[in-house]
Nanobody, 126 residues
Framework: HVQLVESGGGSVQAGGSLRLSCAVS????????LGWFRQAPGKEREGVAA?????????HYADPVKGRFTISHDKGVNTMYVQMDSLRPEDTAMYYC???????????????????WGQGTQVTVS
């Protein structure tokens, strides 16, 4: 029902910036929750940030990215963004956007909370 299309990944040097976009389309409800996750080789997929796009716009951030990443959602074009500043090599990962859908919500960091996933976009920081 929901389609997520990501863009904006690339390679940057440490200290640089990237802005990732996630275009959301399909049968989303009037209230929904969106998140960004990342996965490095050999590691579990981890929550990066999330936003209550269908609610008050409350945001959540994982400790390693607090103060450096900013999540937002533009209702007009139904697109979620994450502005990533002061990038570090440890930020290198595949980044995925995800949508909660209508199922059980286990918390924003839990991958089980998200029914829909984008294809992923690679971020490499050297």
């Amino acid at each position: 029902h929901v389609q997520l299309v990501e863009s904006g990944g690339g390679s940057v040097q440490a200290g640089g910036s990237l802005r990732l976009s996630c275009a959301v389309s399909g049968n989303t409800g009037s209230t929904y929750f969106l998140g960004w996750f990342r996965q490095a080789p050999g590691k579990e997929r981890e929550g990066v940030a999330a936003i209550a796009a269908g609610g008050r716009g409350t945001t959540h951030y994982a400790d390693p990215v607090k103060g450096r990443f900013t999540i937002s959602h533009d209702k007009g074009v139904n697109t979620m963004y994450v502005q990533m500043d002061s990038l570090r090599p440890e930020d290198t990962a595949m980044y995925y956007c995800a949508a909660h859908g209508l199922g059980t919500f286990y918390g924003w960091r839990d991958i089980r909370s998200y029914e829909y996933w984008g294809q992923g976009t690679q971020v490499t920081v050297s």
